[in-house]
C-alpha cells in the first residue's frame, strides 16, 4: 500500500473524574454544570486512536512504506499542548477548529465540522475517531461524519491493519461477538474499548526537533459551516442532569483463615457463577 | 551455618502457626521488591533474591518472638505495612530474607478527644484513621499522596510527610509516643507526653529507621481539629522558578502558617494545569486552614505577600481547590499508571530533596540542566517545591522517561539510579540534604557517608548497638 492519509479526529475534555458529585448537581437545574476549573484530558477513544494510527504507520515503516497522519480536534486553545505533542510524535498535519460556542451537545455541529474538514482541507483516506467522548456526548458523532461524506462506517473497532491499496481489515465488538471485516477506503473507524489505549510519549528531543510544527487554526466559516446557524438548529437540548446511584453492595466474607475465606468465596458467589458457563 | 529456607519457614511457623506464614512463590517474588523497581513487578521480570517468607504479625508478642528467632539465626528481616515505599527499603537485598508484614495489626487503640491524641497499631491505614477521627471534628494533620493505602507503622518508619506539613509538620511533629521491638524480641514503649527533656529525644531512634533498627508496632500521634468549611485557596501563575522560591520564602519568614505552599515548574504545572497556565508557565499555590479567624488571616497576609512579586498573577480560587480535591492516589489511579507504563514504557519517577533558600533554586537549575543533557529519552524534566519551613524548603523533582532499548530490569540503571545521582551530586555539592521525605531505602544508601558527613559517626554507632548481628533489613539506609 502506498501513503494513505489518516486523519484522527480528537476531542479534549475536562476530567470527569476530579469533578465532585455536588459540582454536578450544582448545575444540574439550569444544565450548566461549571467544568473549567477541572484539568482537562484526552478522551479515552480518541487516545486509543491516535496511538492506533502511530502503530499503523510503524507497521507501514517496516514494510518500506509510508503513512501521512493528520489530527484534527473541534476545540479551543486548550487542544494546543496536545497538537504540539501530537507534531513531536510524527503527526504530520495538525488543526482544531475554533468552536466559536460551546458544542458539549451540537454533535451535529461538530460532524458537520469534521466532514468539512476532511472534505476540504485534508482529503484523507481514513478517518478514525473515538465512538464516544465524555458525558455530554451522544456517541452520534461517527455516523454523522460519516453520513456527511457518504463514507461507509464501522464503531466499536478493535483494531485496523492495511489490507490492501484500497481495502482495509478491520476488527470491532458486535452485540454477540468480534466481528472481522473487510472494508474499502473511504471509510470512518470509531474505535471502541481497544487494546491499545494509550498515547506514546515523545521525547524532549522530539519535541525541539518539531517545535516550529504548524498547527492550523480554522473557522467553521472557513470549513463552510455556520456554527451559530447550525447551532439554532441542533436538535440536542440539555434538559437536566441526574446522578446516577453508583453505590454497590459490599460483603465481608468471614473465616478464620485465607483458607475458610477462600472456601467461603468460592462456596457462596464464584461455584454458582462458574456453573452457568 | 545460616538455616535454609525451609528451616526458616519451619521455624516461623513454630512461632505464628502455618497460616501466616506467607510461601506462595509468585507473592514470594512480588514481594521482592518495592516501587523502587517496580517495572520488574509490571513486566514480570525480576532480578532480586527471592525471600524465604512472608510472615504476618499479629501481636506485639509476635514480632518480639520473630525477631529473636531472625536474631538467632542471622536472618535478614524486612518489616513493612502497607508496602508502598518508593526508594527499594523493602527489597530483599540477601537471599531468603523474611518481611515481617504488620499489616494484620489494624486495630486502632483509641481515640482521645480530650487529650487530642489516638493511638493506633501499625497496620492501621492512614485513611482509616483519618476517616474515624474526622467523625469527631478532628484530624490527623497528615496526608501524604499515599495516604488511601499507606499505614501507620510504614509512614513513621520512612518519616513520612504529608501535603499540609507546612501548618502540622512531619509526622515526626506528630508521633508523641510508641511501641517497637528491637532485634533480639527486645519491646520498647516510648511514652506519650506532649514534650520532655529527660535526656536525648529517643522518638528519633526510631521514627525513619526504615526497618533497620526496629520493628514499629505501634504509634500515637496527635490530633487536630479540623474545619475544613474555613480552607482557603489561593494561586497565582509566573514565569520562573526563582521568583517562585522568592514568594514562597516571602510567606514563610513573614510569620504565615499555610497548611500547602508550593510552587510548580512549567513541565509539572502542564501535568497539573494546563487548563489554566500557559506553557511556560510556573504556578504559585497555597491553602490556609484553621479556625476561621486564622484561616482567613492567613490567606489575606499570603495574598498582601505575594502581592509584592508583580511577575505573580492571580488565577481564580477554583482552580486550586478543584485540584487540591483530587490529589491523592488510591489503587485505581496505582492500577492506571502502571497499565500506562506496561503499554508506552513510559516511567514517571521523582526524587526529593531539601535545602536553605539560598541553594534551592541554583540545586533545582543544576540538576534539571543536567539530566535533560545527560540523560536520554527523558519525555518530561520537571518538580515542585510542596514543604517549606522558616529557613528553606524542598524540591521534588518529577521526571519521565521512555524505556528504550533495554529491559525492563535494566531501568533502574540506564535510567534512574543516573538520574539519582545527578540530584544526590548536585544537592551534597550545595549543602542540602538528598532525602526529604522518601526515605534512603537502598536506592541512595550509597551516598550515606555524604549525607551525614562527621555525624555518620552516630548512625553507625546506633545501628551497631541496635542491630548488632546485622540482621534489620541489609542494605536499607547503610548500604551492604
Known sequence: ?277 | MPLSREAIVEGLQRIVGPEAVVTDERVLIESSIDNFRKLQNIFDVHTMPVPAAIVMARSTAKVAEILRFADEHRVNVIPRTGATATEGGLESAVADSVIIDGSAMNQILSIDAYNMQATAQCGVPLQVLEDRVRELGLTTGHSPQSKPVAHMGGLVATRSIGQFSTLYGGIEDMVVGLEAVFPGGQVTRIKNVPRRAAGPDIRHVVIGNEGALCFITEVTVKLFPYFPENNAFLGWTLKDMKTGFEALRAVMVSGFKPSVARVYDPGDAGLHFSHFAAEDDCVLLFMAEGPAGIAKATADGIAAVVAGFPDCTPVESAYIETWFNDLCWGPDKITAEDERIRQTHNVNRTTEISADWSSINDIYQAAKARIIVEIPDITMMGGHSSHSYINGTNMYFNYFFNVVGCGPEEETTKYYLPIISIICEETLRRGGSIVHHHGMGKARAPWVKDEYGSSYYILETLKHAFDPNGIMNVGTIIPQ
Not at chain 1, 473497532?157 to 492495511?162: A, G, Q, S
Open chain 1, 1 to 277: 500500500m502506498s501513503s494513505l492519509r489518516i486523519l484522527v479526529s480528537f476531542k479534549v475534555t475536562p476530567d470527569f473524574e476530579a469533578l465532585r458529585e455536588k459540582d454536578w448537581l450544582a448545575g444540574a437545574a439550569d444544565g450548566s454544570v461549571e467544568t473549567r476549573y477541572v484539568r482537562r484530558i484526552l478522551n479515552c477513544f480518541d487516545e486509543s486512536a491516535l496511538e492506533m494510527a502511530l502503530r499503523w504507520e510503524d507497521a507501514a515503516a517496516e514494510r518500506g512504506e509510508t503513512a501521512s497522519l493528520g489530527a484534527l480536534s473541534v476545540g479551543g486553545r486548550e487542544t494546543e499542548p496536545y497538537l504540539k505533542t501530537l507534531l513531536a510524535l510524527g503527526y504530520e498535519r495538525v488543526a482544531r477548529v475554533e468552536p466559536e460556542a460551546a458544542l458539549d451537545f451540537a454533535p451535529a455541529v461538530v460532524a458537520s465540522l469534521i466532514a468539512g474538514y476532511v472534505r476540504q482541507v485534508d482529503r484523507s483516506d481514513l478517518l478514525l475517531l473515538g465512538c464516544r467522548s465524555g458525558p455530554g456526548d451522544s456517541g452520534t458523532v461517527p455516523f454523522l461524519v460519516a453520513e456527511a461524506l457518504g463514507w461507509p462506517c464501522l464503531t466499536r473497532v478493535l483494531e485496523v491493519e492495511p489490507l490492501t491499496d484500497d481495502r482495509v481489515r478491520v476488527a470491532c465488538m458486535v452485540d454477540d461477538g468480534l466481528l472481522r471485516v473487510t472494508l474499502r477506503l473511504p471509510c470512518v473507524l470509531a474505535v471502541g474499548n481497544a487494546v491499545v489505549s494509550q498515547l506514546r510519549v515523545p521525547t524532549l528531543t522530539d519535541r525541539l526537533a518539531r517545535k516550529n510544527g504548524r498547527i492550523h487554526v480554522l473557522s467553521g466559516a472557513e470549513l463552510g459551516v455556520d456554527i451559530a446557524g447550525e447551532l439554532r438548529r441542533e436538535p440536542c437540548v440539555l434538559v437536566e442532569l441526574e446522578a446516577i446511584d453508583r453505590a454497590r453492595r459490599g460483603i465481608v466474607i468471614g473465616g478464620a483463615t485465607p483458607r475458610e475465606k477462600a472456601r467461603a468465596l468460592f462456596d457462596s458467589h464464584l461455584k454458582s457463577m462458574l456453573e452457568k458457563l
